[in-house]
């Protein structure tokens, strides 16, 4: 089943793909330029790679056999077929638009209005072919289908998706993040080596480590990190399963004990303290899990994060939550446990700033959530970003957390390999190879 693998990741760029144009279709609405640089490179990679070799090598291999195999196919390939077949036209007449909104005015809102009518459909499409046609293809395929379906999708030698064209396509890849706006996140500009331990920016130290080890009996989950975070900066941590992300979090809230190195908060040694007294001096997380009371009510979680903070602020505190989170609000009075699991990372972000955070520890709070709840809780992240909180977020979602920080870490088993602002360690060969699947 390479063959899924593939459309998967290719998927993966897709919706990458799509989300910009919403970001940068929201920052057109707000007042910004249609750029036809940008658009011209999306849209060329759009009718090269999507028209012309993602969606024909679907229709000729996957969805042929499947027809075959499955009386029930057809219902949901006429459909995903259907727009396979329109997407040139509705691709030339997003051209249109585009040509027509270089001239300002009112074709710009309707150039907007047709992009996010565009990568709704995208995102749509791909929600069914994974919801509804990967899982009848696994149902029902044989092992002689997928291989012969496998062997049409691994040729190197096809002209259309083969090795010499895909180079094509993630060179035009590239001239999208290369154009994007700088805001956007995928607007790498330097590329090349980074120094290990690059500087952070200017501006005053709030978290300094040195020498940080932590162990779990006789295995060593942090061999000697050394960083530093800067008020109001958001610095990424990333790094696949297992290199130490939610370990280090945990040793700097003080859940998790050090075994060596030094950890200075406001310029104090709170190497020593305890976790309680962290979270008192402004060191608050949103754990891995999020770990919220499930028998507990909403606003009896939201109460615990004030725990360590004087009573008089908490109706206060909890109103301002409320206001970032209106849903918690609706439901206060429900137990935790009746909550999705995006109002959970809500709830559990909610709980963390409850403390009243001088620095926020995010423990992958895109983890397990749907493509649009992860947007929604990047878009917290943000938000929370540029009312100047400080805050360390670990993610998994390298791509999704370079692109809002001002700087990251990678870690790799237990030490960090490579640090960089966000821009530089999202256009990082190594970093592109191994955490973005470019
Ligand atoms: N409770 C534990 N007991 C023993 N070893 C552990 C424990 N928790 C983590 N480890 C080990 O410590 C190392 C770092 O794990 P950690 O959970 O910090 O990684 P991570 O980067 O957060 O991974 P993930 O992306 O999966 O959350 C791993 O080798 C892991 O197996
Ligand atoms: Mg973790």
């Not at 994060?305 to 206060?332: C, H, N, W």
């Not at 109002?343 to 423990?363: E, N, T, V, Y």
Request: aromatic content about 6%; overall charge negative; glycine content about 10%.
């Amino acid at each position: 089943m390479e063959s899924l693998r593939i459309i998967t990741e290719e998927h993966q760029n897709l919706w990458r793909i799509a989300t910009t144009i919403d970001l940068v279709a929201d920052e057109i609405e707000a007042g910004g330029k249609v750029d036809p640089a940008f658009f011209g490179s999306v849209f060329d990679y759009i009718e090269q790679f999507v028209d012309r070799a993602h969606h024909p090598k679907e229709d000729d291999y996957l969805f042929r056999i499947l027809r075959q195999r499955s009386a029930e196919a057809a219902v949901i390939l006429d459909r995903l077929q259907a727009e396979h077949h329109n997407g040139p036209e509705n691709l030339k007449a997003l051209r249109r638009k585009l040509a027509e909104a270089a001239g300002g005015g009112e074709a710009n809102s309707q150039f907007v209005a047709a992009l996010r009518n565009y990568t709704q459909g995208l995102k749509g499409h791909i929600r069914a072919e994974e919801k509804d046609a990967m899982p009848l293809a696994r149902e029902v395929l044989t092992a002689e289908d997928w291989a012969e379906i496998d062997r049409a999708f691994l040729d190197n030698a096809d002209p259309v998706f083969g090795e010499k064209a895909s180079a094509e396509f993630r060179e035009l890849f590239h001239r999208i993040a290369s154009l994007a706006p700088e805001s956007v996140g995928l607007g790498a500009r330097s590329g090349g080596e980074l120094q290990p331990g690059a500087g952070p920016r200017a501006g005053d130290v709030l978290l300094s480590v040195s020498g940080l080890e932590s162990c779990y009996g006789r295995i060593k989950a942090l061999k000697g990190i050394d960083f530093e975070v800067r008020r109001g900066e958001t610095v990424a941590l990333v790094g696949s399963n297992g290199a130490g992300k939610t370990t280090l979090l945990r040793t700097l809230s003080g859940v998790q004990p050090a075994s060596a190195g030094r950890i200075y908060f406001g310029g104090d040694d709170i190497s020593g303290l305890r976790s309680d007294l962290r979270m008192k001096a402004g060191i608050c997380q949103s754990p891995e899990g999020r770990q919220v009371f499930g028998p507990l009510s909403i606003e009896d979680n939201l109460r615990l994060g004030a725990y360590t903070q004087p009573k008089s602020q908490v109706p206060e505190d909890l109103e301002k939550v409320y206001a970032m989170f209106p849903i918690l609000k609706e439901k206060r009075n429900l137990p935790a446990g009746t909550l999705s699991g995006g109002q959970q990372q809500m709830l559990a972000i909610g709980r963390a700033l409850m403390g009243r955070p001088k620095l926020l520890l995010l423990d992958e709070p895109s983890m397990g959530l749907a493509p649009l709840l992860v947007q929604e809780v990047f878009n917290v992240v943000k938000a929370l970003k540029a009312q100047g909180m400080t805050i360390i977020l670990a993610e998994q979602n390298a791509f999704a957390a370079l692109a809002i920080a001002d700087r990251g870490y990678v870690l790799e088993t237990g030490n960090i390999t490579l640090s960089g602002t966000g821009q530089e360690l999202i256009s990082n060969e190594q970093v592109r190879a191994a955490y973005l699947g470019m």
